[in-house]
């Protein structure tokens, strides 16, 4: 695999029928031509990702929406007019553009405009839009470096572009329209608070039981290797648990005990922003590590908070 920020070079794979990891602001993807059935198909393979879960597709900009989505609401070209580019996914009829096998047969697509200049310069490099999901395979923790990319798939993939660490460090919000009414799917790094300024009160259906439409929501997803406990009483936690080898996740807390080993925080001064951009490097690193079990405690459930809290609930082996 040849780690480089060639621009070129990455559109040259591409236009071969190639897969390729490209950086976004939220986490590192797989990328193909949405017209490469052949690359698409090995995006599933290396990814090892249930066939019938669809890739979101991603365009250089909003005027490139009505050529690759058909029946938009109001709602939703208010909301990418706002929020493009950037962490904003809209589930949307899909246009005869988007081939079936992008979407899982499914009639809709997700699609959005990244927020990162190297990929937004690639997409201007080539005449074909790319689908890609998270780089990671199935059920790890996304990549938010060309390194992590690197470490989970080595040879399987020719060429990573490299755009640096990923700003926002979680994946898109996914927004869909249900009579009329904006549906927020997953969250994630554009905050529900940010979107509901814009369009109102939204729903929120963002766990596979209640949302057969989004199949990637399984309840549990984005974990590490390591067990994480999230835990509301940390020294009963801490007096009853057999680890003896704990690494304690923070969110500028700590907590002295015999027990925990090692402290990693994913923000000093409590920013949601630094959290989210240093969450799943920082999982990512503790698993490199021998630690028995991680311990963190839920954050403050508002804006970006709610994210985070999410990604930590997927990625938990225990809540207590
Ligand atoms: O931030 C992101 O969105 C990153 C970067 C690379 O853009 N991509 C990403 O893709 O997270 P992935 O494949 O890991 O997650 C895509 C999610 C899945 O849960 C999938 O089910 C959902 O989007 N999705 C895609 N198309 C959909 C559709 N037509 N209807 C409902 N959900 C859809
Ligand atoms: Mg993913």
Not at 151 to 158: A, D, E, I, T
Not at 274 to 284: D, G, H, P, R
Not at 291 to 307: E, K, M, Q, R, W
Request: charge should be neutral.
């Amino acid at each position: 695999m040849k780690i480089s920020s060639d621009i070129h070079e990455a559109a040259l794979w591409l236009s071969k029928n190639k897969v390729v990891a490209i950086p976004t602001e939220t986490v590192y993807g797989l990328a193909a031509s949405i017209y490469s059935e052949q690359a698409i198909q090995t995006i599933y393979k290396i990814k090892n990702r249930p066939s019938n879960n669809p890739l979101i597709v991603h365009i250089k900009s909003v005027e490139e929406l009505p050529k690759y989505a058909v029946d938009i609401p109001d709602k939703a070209l208010v909301l990418a007019k706002t929020f493009w580019p950037g962490p904003l996914t809209l589930v949307l009829k899909k246009s005869i553009q988007i081939p079936d096998y992008i979407t899982s047969n499914k009639d809709t697509v997700g699609i959005r405009v990244p927020d990162h200049q190297t990929t937004l310069k690639l997409l201007d490099a080539i005449d074909f839009p790319i689908a890609a999901p998270s780089a990671n395979p199935s059920n790890c923790v996304s990549a938010t470096s060309a390194t992590h990319v690197f470490n989970y798939f080595g040879n399987k993939l020719p060429f990573v572009l490299d755009g640096g660490f990923c700003n926002k460090g979680l994946e898109s919000t996914i927004v869909g329209f249900e009579n009329d009414v904006a549906v927020i799917y997953r969250m994630g790094a554009l905050s529900v608070e940010q979107i509901e300024n814009v369009v109102g009160k939204v729903y929120i259906k963002n766990f596979e039981a209640q949302n057969p439409i989004a199949p990637g929501m399984f309840s549990k997803h984005y974990a590490p290797k390591t067990p994480l406990y999230v835990v509301q009483n940390m020294n009963l936690f801490l007096s009853e648990t057999p680890h003896q080898n704990i690494a304690y996740l923070g969110f500028s807390t700590k907590e002295n005990h015999e027990k925990i080993k090692a402290h990693f925080d994913l923000s000093k001064k409590a920013s949601f922003d630094e959290a989210a951009q240093n969450l799943y490097k920082t999982l990512i690193e503790i698993d490199s590590y021998n630690f028995d079990a991680i311990v963190t405690h839920f954050v403050p459930n508002i804006d970006l908070g709610n994210s985070i809290n999410d990604r930590l609930k997927r990625a938990a082996f225990s809540i207590t």
